[in-house]
């Protein structure tokens, strides 16, 4: 974790500077393991925000505000009894370990001053915040530690504060090249560094490595043991509070520090007007990639359950439908019963007659009610074919809509997939919430005959814009998002003479290629926008993949159908690869759409979008 030694070092005078002598007005507690102090200081209010989060634990001021519980947990209400008022008059590192002690001058319950402490220890799965009372005694602790997770150090109220065992590593300020002569002459020279040296986490002990002139892995038979134990002597006295986040090659956040580090390979981002607002971008962005992983996992397992629902209705409708087609053999048996009426006689069980039906003039045995007369049998016969062609009409208009609502969570999975930022997942979940597969929306039960009505009303489902660029010939591409703002583009905004492309059967997004009044297509921007759609779709990683395209007036939307779902025709069909060698467009970034949909161009003489006009045409892609 890199909230190591030296970072509490750099919180702990930060708050000194701000927090010294402020007043603790305010005392919540957002989640069972955090802390979060407004504090009155130098004429401005603090929130200083302690976490004992197995790993996230961190001590530092926000600016973040979490919503609070509806009722006040039980060591928030303590905190308040005890602290809500009072003054902080002592910031202090507890040496070298990562342990911040907050001492708050406060009143008894007779009105007497008195000092409590608290402690906010990073460890870890270990980490915990202790209220100690002025008789260094717990008045409670936000993880209440018994005998049975560790018999060496309870904490529960009213017992003695016992701090953390100090750990026997060598104390950095003073370590020299003869301390590290004992370690494994093979171990990374890093490694040891960590194991035998107090207050360095990895990110330092990696650092003094590299400032001894030694690779980053480098075992230590090939380190300077002089050097080393002077780098590791320098980051320990080091101040030079510089706070960055720090990037991997991929561009993705990995780590954060205060001190400049020159070993580490990817970017580092700078510029962080104190060390609290650096750990606050760091947890931030941290917190939200958490709130993106879990919302879409669970929106994911969602929408495949239902859709293993659906495939499981729709085999047992196949099924069906194979029963009821055999309603042609009730009336063919009905009607050869009327042909020989002749031969059969009330009270016969069967009856053998020739199928003039069949070719070969084969025979057939026709079972009958022994009860019924030989007409009663053949209209018992015809009553059946009618119920069976009754239910298979049913039946398909079932199998019909199952289909549908398959295509569509399936064009939801891909869009979940394809995220890439929370609101792109808060936008599928409103969706879905809307097409009643969340609470938050209709019911099922109610929602299978309303589905799908809500999302293409030609309102703009959110503030979310859909992806927009241009093509090499300097055209507008758009892209939608999800399923409700392929309906957005594609039916409200997108002009009748501009192209629509979708991948051929298979789930993906709309893309709309915007074509000025009277302007000819360039051949590169239809095999850009084609491209796209490709690559925005189930088919990413696919070759050959068919792009069907067509004008947008050929594109319509069927009564009662879910978002995304359009059918279309005058169409053609491009088989591309959607691979950024071929096609440069895929690997350019992406504005968020603020200059293009959602605005009329005034250069392309349109104003008002509208629909378009309402050919018959065959069955789309979904």
Request: hydrophobic share 35%; glycine share 8%.
């Amino acid at each position: 974790m890199a909230f190591d030694s030296k970072v509490m070092a750099a919180v702990v005078a930060e708050l000194n500077q701000r927090l010294l002598g402020g007043r603790i007005s305010k005392i919540y507690q957002p989640e069972p393991d955090e802390l979060a102090l407004l504090c009155y200081a130098g004429g401005e209010n603090h929130r200083l925000f302690l976490s004992a989060h197995p790993r996230h634990a961190r001590v530092h001021l926000t600016q973040i505000e979490k919503r609070n519980p509806p009722a006040p947990p039980m060591f928030c209400m303590l905190m308040r009894k005890y602290v809500e008022g009072g003054r902080i008059v002592a910031i202090e590192q507890a040496g070298r370990d990562r342990i911040c002690r907050i001492s708050i001058r406060s009143t008894d319950e007779l009105g007497n001053p008195v000092t409590y402490v608290l402690v906010a220890e990073v460890m870890g799965k270990h980490s915990n915040i202790v209220l100690l009372n002025p008789q260094g005694r717990i008045v409670d602790a936000i993880r209440r530690v018994t005998e049975e997770v560790n018999r060496h150090r309870e904490l529960l109220p009213g017992l003695p504060y016992v701090p953390p065992p100090p750990t026997g590593k060598l104390d950095p300020a003073a370590v020299t090249a003869d301390d590290l002569t004992e370690a494994d002459p093979n171990a990374p020279a890093w490694q040891v560094l960590l194991d035998r040296v107090d207050g360095l986490g990895p990110l330092l002990a990696r650092e003094a490595v590299c400032r001894a002139g030694a690779g980053g892995d480098a075992p230590l038979r090939e380190v300077d043991l002089a050097r080393l134990a002077a780098a590791a002597r320098d980051l320990a006295a080091a101040e030079d509070w510089a706070p960055r986040l720090l990037y991997d090659a991929d561009g993705r956040l990995k780590e954060f520090h205060v001190l400049p580090l020159r070993h580490w390979p990817g970017r580092a981002e700078t510029g962080f007007g104190s060390v609290s607002a650096c750990i606050d971008a760091y947890f931030g962005q941290r917190a939200e990639e958490e709130r993106f992983r879990s919302l879409r996992g669970s929106l994911a397992r969602l929408v495949r359950d239902e859709i293993a629902r659906v495939r499981r209705k729709l085999r047992a409708q196949e099924e069906s439908l194979a029963r009821a087609e055999s309603a042609e053999t009730y009336r063919l048996q009905g009607e050869l019963i009327t042909a020989n009426l002749w031969q059969i006689a009330k009270g016969m069980t069967e009856v053998r007659v020739v199928n003039y039906y069949d070719p070969e003039g084969a025979e057939m045995v026709i079972a009958l009610d022994p009860a019924l007369s030989p007409t009663e049998n053949a209209q018992a016969y015809y009553r059946r074919y009618q119920r069976a062609r009754s239910g298979l009409a049913a039946i398909q208009e079932q199998l019909s809509r199952s289909r549908a609502e398959l295509a569509y969570l399936e064009q939801v999975e891909v869009a979940l997939e394809q995220a890439e930022s929370l609101p792109d997942l808060e936008e599928v979940r409103r969706e879905l919430a809307a097409e009643g597969y969340l609470r938050e929306g209709r019911s099922r039960r109610a929602g299978d005959a309303g589905r799908g009505r809500t999302a293409g009303d030609g309102k703009q489902p959110s503030a979310l814009r859909p992806i927009t660029l241009r093509s090499s010939d300097g055209l507008e591409i758009w892209i939608g998002r999800n399923n409700r703002q392929n309906d957005y583009l594609t039916l409200k905004l997108a002009g009748p003479q501009d192209l629509w492309f979708h991948t051929k059967e298979i789930p993906g997004s709309h893309v709309i290629l915007r074509v000025p009044p009277g302007k000819e297509v360039p051949e590169r921007s239809i095999q850009e926008a084609a491209a796209l759609a490709a690559y925005h779709s189930k088919a990413r990683q696919s070759s050959g993949v068919p792009v069907d395209y067509t004008a947008r007036k050929h594109v319509r939307k069927p009564n009662g159908a879910r978002p995304g779902m359009v059918i279309y025709d005058n169409h053609k069909t491009l088989w591309v690869t959607p691979d950024p060698e071929l096609f440069p467009i895929l690997k350019r970034g992406w504005s968020d759409g603020a200059e293009g949909a959602g605005q009329d161009d005034p250069d392309s003489g349109r104003g008002d979008r509208h629909r378009g006009g309402h050919p018959e045409g065959a069955p789309g892609a979904p």
